[in-house]
């Protein structure tokens, strides 16, 4: 059974940082694209990051690029979302998930997803 388990969300200041994490089991972790996604309150879901599992490249949505950092570690079986200057506009659900597809061009070629955590940006 695959489960994606995120972690680390809570209330930070604006300006302030926060890393997630992503617990994946069950999967061929190093053989999936890991993405984060986010979705604000009375919003669609936004993609934000992902790390293809192919070229080991990060790329990112205009909104959090320079701010946020995406990376994996295959041993642990754990992607990572750090994020600095945070905004109030950051407030949302944030999830990970996978793809088994190297370079997915939408959430529809994700797979798996976790649950999500909270993240709060507010003074």
């Known amino acids: 059974q695959v489960q994606l388990v995120e972690s680390g969300g809570r209330l930070v200041q604006p300006g302030g940082s926060l890393r997630l994490s992503c617990v994946v089991t069950g999967l061929r972790f190093h053989l999936y694209t890991m993405a984060w996604f986010r979705q604000a309150p009375g919003k669609d879901r936004e993609f934000l990051a992902a790390?293809?599992?192919?070229?080991?490249?990060?790329n990112y949505a205009n909104s959090v690029r320079g701010r946020f950092t995406v990376s994996r570690d295959n041993d642990k079986n754990t992607v990572y979302l750090q994020m600095d200057s945070l905004k109030t506009e950051d407030t949302g659900i944030y999830s990970c998930a996978a793809s088994g597809r190297s370079r997915p061009t939408g959430s529809f070629d994700y797979t798996y997803w976790g649950q999500g955590t909270q993240v709060t940006v507010s003074s």
């Open positions: 790390h293809d599992y192919r070229d080991r490249r990060a």
